[in-house]
């Protein structure tokens, strides 16, 4: 699978579980506790990761034959 497509395509992901988490904040008042945290953090992760596979462009994935 080509670099590009996959951390383009996991950075679009984490974006949007960010615009999901300032949609949830401001519809439901959504508190600022435990769990909300570990998906704000999970979120930027996945963007960071996404990033990380843009600019890097690893090849882990690809066979050593």
């Not at 699978?1 to 949830?24: D, Y």
């Not at 508190?31 to 704000?40: D, E, L, N, S, W």
Request: aromatic content about 20%; glycine content about 10%.
């Amino acid at each position: 699978m080509n670099p590009i497509f996959k951390g383009a395509s996991v950075t679009i992901v984490g974006l949007l579980a960010l615009l999901f988490v300032l949609w949830m904040r401001e519809r439901w008042k959504e508190p600022v506790k435990g769990g909300f945290i570990v998906f704000i953090g999970l979120s930027v992760f996945i963007v960071l990761y996404g990033l990380y596979i843009l600019i890097f462009q690893p090849n882990w994935w690809a066979l050593p034959y």
